[in-house]
């Protein structure tokens, strides 16, 4: 079974700080891992990631993945409080030509003024 | 470019009942997918269809099922509804449902069941 396990489960910290959040997988056929932000709404898409060592960055945001040893960061630097939300890792397996995402269970950042 | 759009919003049903939920994805979108999200379980799969098939089904009872249209919409449906069907029901769409383009996520339906 595909499994996709996130931590820390929740984090606090103070505008400016920069936060490191961790998503470990084991999958069959692993095709990307996709990071998602969610506010009390849709998850909205941040990266996908295909391939090992190659790190995608948006603004304050930026996130690499390794294939070899199964995990992903995402990291945010200079936090403000917007910034404060889930986020979610999700991976994407093969399952013949069908598409799914496997979820782990969030961290919850919050970031105080 | 208008994003995922579901309708309803939200919605109160009685155990027992039967809900239907309404997807229609970005244009161009042809790959659709449905997942619920509950404080415990979280995101769970429930099924994805692409060219008006079902490709992709998760571990949910067979009260819950889909379709899609030629236009590419989607609709699901929760018959003889339970307390703990009681969710936030997400669609995703991607274009060409082939692994590479990007799902993206609508609003969402907030299911409550009493």
């Known amino acids: 079974e595909d499994k996709v396990v996130q931590s820390p489960l929740s984090l606090v910290v103070h505008e400016g700080d920069t936060v490191t959040l961790n998503c470990s997988y084991e999958v069959t056929n692993f095709r990307s891992l996709l990071w998602y932000k969610q506010e009390k709404k849709a998850p909205t898409f941040l990266f996908m990631l295909?391939?090992?060592?190659i790190e995608k960055k948006s603004g304050r945001l930026s996130s690499i993945l390794d294939k070899k040893e199964l995990f992903s960061i995402l990291n945010i630097t200079a936090t403000q409080t917007g910034d404060s939300a889930v986020y979610l890792c999700?991976?994407?397996?093969?399952?013949?030509?069908?598409?799914?995402?496997?979820f782990g269970s969030g961290t919850q950042l919050t970031v105080l003024p | 470019k208008a994003g995922v759009t579901q309708t309803p919003r939200y919605l109160i049903k009685t155990r027992g009942q039967q809900v239907t939920l309404s997807c229609s994805p970005i244009s161009g979108h042809r790959s659709v997918s449905w997942y619920q999200q509950t404080p415990g379980q979280g995101l769970q799969f429930l099924f994805e269809?692409?060219?008006?098939?079902?490709?992709n089904k998760g571990n949910f009872p067979g009260r819950f099922s889909g379709r899609q249209f030629s236009n590419s919409r989607s609709e699901m449906n929760v018959s003889t509804l339970e307390l703990g069907d009681s969710a936030l029901y997400l669609c995703?769409?991607?274009?060409?449902?082939?692994?590479?383009?990007?799902?993206?996520f609508g609003e969402g339906s907030w299911l409550t069941v009493v």
């Open positions: 999700a991976v994407e397996a093969s399952s013949g030509s069908a598409r799914q995402l496997t």
């Open positions: 269809y692409f060219s008006e098939t079902q490709r």
């Open positions: 995703a769409s991607s274009r060409a449902g082939v692994s590479g383009n990007t799902i993206y």
């Open positions: 295909t391939s090992s060592g």
